[in-house]
C-alpha cells in the first residue's frame, strides 16, 4: 500500500496471551523459524551471520552493525514493555470477541524470524519486480536473495499456505528511513489475516445459499474482477466492523472513527483507518480485501479474505503519549517502571524521566557520482547510535561552474538518559565527518 504511508508493507515509511506463545509448532520456514534474542549477530568482509545462520555477502548487502544489534531484541515480547502491553491489549480484544466453541479463531505468532528471502518479502505478496520498494536505498539487505523484512506481511503467504485462515503475527520490521522522533530503522507491526469459505460468508445471510463467491467480471473501485459484489461488500464490511471495534477497545467506546480509500499493491479495495484524538484525525492502520491470486497461489483459491497491518509504536505514542520512537528502545527503569502495571488496559501516560534540551551540529559536503542520501544516513545511525534526535537536510547548492552539488544537514544530538557536553557532541560529530568523507567519498565543507 505504497501510495498511503500506512504500516502493512503497504508503504515504504510506511504494515498467546492466555498461554504460552505457540508460533514455533507450524514449519512456515525451512530453517530459521524462531527470533530469539539470545542469539549472536555479526558483520564480516565476508558473511553476515544472523542469529547463528550465516549468509555469503554480495553487493546487495547493505545491512549495517548498528541494525544487527537490534534483531533479537523482540520489543513486543519484553514483559512491562509499552509495546507488548498494546499487543497483549489487541490479543485479549480477538480472543475475547473471536471465538468458535469459547475456542479462539485467530491463531498467533511473535517470533517468527526477521530473516526473509526476496521472494517472500516482495513476490508472495505480489510487488512488482520494478516496484520503488525492492530498492536498496528501502531496505536492509542482507545478501541477493535475502533481507531484514520490511513487513510481517512476509509470513503472510506461508502461514495461510499451511492451513490457518485467520492468524495475527507479530514482529520487528526493518525500513531505511528518516531520522527524526517519530521514524526509526526498526519497529514492530501486527498483521491479521481472516479467510472466508462460501458457507461461512453467507451462511447467516438471507438466501446465501444462492449467493456465489466468484464471477468472471471486470475490476473497479469496489471489487476485484473475480470477485461477486455481494462477497466484496460483505468481506469488506466484516473487515471495517472488525477494526472499528479494536481501535475502540483500544481508545474508548466513544471514540469517532472515518474510513479513507487507499491504495496497496495486495489488496482491494484497500482502505486506511483513522480516528480522531486530541483534536486531529490520525492514521492508525491500512487494510483492505486480499488479492485473489495471492490466495490462489497460497493453495486457498476457494476463499476470500482481509488484511490489515498495524504499528505497534505508532499506537502506544498516541495512546501513552510518546513523544520519541527512539524512547521504546531505552533501558532506563525510569522508562520502563512506568509500564509496570497489573491489568494490560490500565490507562497509562508517560511521564519524561529526563528534561534535557538537544544540540545541533551542521555538515555540508560536495557529493560524489552515485552519492545515496540513505547511506549517510545508515552512517550517522552507526556512529551516533540512539544519541542522534534527527537528521534533516537544509540547503541543497549545485556551483554555478564547476556543476557539483553540495548537501547540507543539521544533526541533533540528544540522549534521553543524561545530558551530553558540547565536547562529547563536537567528538561525535568529528567522527561522523571523517567517516563520511572515508566511506563515502563526500568533500567535506567543514
Not at 542482507?142 to 506461508?158: F, K, P, V
Amino acid at each position: 500500500m505504497a501510495a498511503c504511508q500506512t504500516t502493512l508493507h503497504f508503504t515504504r515509511r510506511l504494515i498467546h496471551v492466555w498461554g504460552k506463545q505457540r508460533s514455533c509448532q507450524v514449519n512456515v520456514l525451512s530453517k530459521n523459524f524462531c527470533s530469539q534474542a539470545s542469539s549472536t549477530n555479526k558483520l564480516d568482509n565476508d558473511v553476515v551471520e544472523i542469529m547463528g545462520n550465516k549468509f555469503a555477502r554480495d553487493e546487495w548487502t547493505n545491512v549495517t552493525p548498528n541494525i544487527l544489534s537490534k534483531v533479537g531484541r523482540n520489543l513486543h515480547n519484553q514483559q512491562h514493555h509499552p509495546l507488548n502491553l498494546i499487543k497483549q491489549r489487541i490479543h485479549n480484544h480477538f480472543y475475547a470477541k473471536y471465538t468458535n466453541g469459547g475456542n479462539p479463531i485467530f491463531s498467533v505468532y511473535d517470533y517468527l524470524s526477521p530473516v526473509v528471502t526476496t521472494e517472500q518479502n516482495f513476490d508472495s505478496v505480489l510487488v512488482p519486480k520494478d516496484h520503488v520498494t525492492r530498492r536498496k536505498q528501502d531496505n536492509y539487505y542482507i545478501n541477493s536473495g535475502h533481507l531484514l523484512r520490511a513487513h510481517t506481511s512476509a509470513h503472510q503467504r506461508d502461514l495461510v499456505k499451511s492451513g490457518l485462515d485467520a492468524f495475527l503475527v507479530t514482529g520487528d520490521v526493518y525500513r531505511r528511513d528518516d531520522i527524526d522522533r517519530s521514524h526509526y530503522p526498526v519497529f514492530h507491526q501486527m498483521e491479521g489475516v481472516s479467510l472466508f469459505s462460501r458457507h461461512k460468508l453467507f451462511g447467516e445471510v438471507k438466501g446465501g445459499d444462492t449467493l456465489e463467491l466468484f464471477e468472471d467480471g471486470q475490476r473497479v473501485p469496489g471489487k476485484q474482477e473475480t470477485h461477486t459484489l455481494e462477497a466484496a461488500k460483505l468481506v469488506a464490511h466484516d473487515l471495517k466492523q472488525t477494526l472499528v471495534a479494536l481501535v475502540r477497545s483500544l481508545f474508548g467506546e466513544d471514540l469517532q472513527t472515518r474510513w479513507v480509500d487507499c491504495y496497496f499493491p495486495f489488496t482491494h479495495p484497500s482502505f486506511e483507518l483513522e480516528i480522531l484524538f486530541g483534536g486531529e484525525w490520525l492514521e492508525v492502520l491500512g487494510c483492505g480485501v486480499m488479492e485473489q491470486e495471492l490466495l490462489w497461489k497460497a493453495g486457498a483459491g476457494d476463499k476470500v479474505g482481509w488484511a490489515f497491518g498495524l504499528g505497534l509504536e505508532r499506537l502506544a505514542m498516541i495512546l501513552y503519549g510518546i513523544p520519541d520512537i527512539r524512547i521504546f528502545w531505552s533501558t532506563d527503569h525510569g522508562f520502563l517502571s512506568q509500564f509496570r502495571v497489573e491489568d494490560v488496559s490500565q490507562p497509562v501516560k508517560f511521564q519524561p524521566f529526563q528534561k534535557y534540551e538537544p544540540i545541533a551540529r551542521d555538515i555540508s559536503f560536495w557529493i560524489p557520482p552515485g552519492f545515496e542520501r540513505a547511506d549517510f544516513l545508515d552512517l550517522v545511525r552507526t556512529v551516533g547510535g540512539d544519541i542522534i534526535e534527527e537528521v534533516a537536510i537544509y540547503d541543497e547548492f549545485v556551483h554555478p561552474k564547476t556543476k557539483k552539488m553540495s548537501n547540507s544537514y543539521r544533526i541533533k544530538y540528544f540522549q534521553l538518559e543524561k545530558l551530553l557536553t558540547n565536547e562529547e557532541v563536537n567528538s561525535l560529530h568529528k567522527e561522523i565527518q571523517d567517516a563520511a568523507v572515508q566511506q563515502l567519498g563526500v568533500e567535506g565543507r567543514f
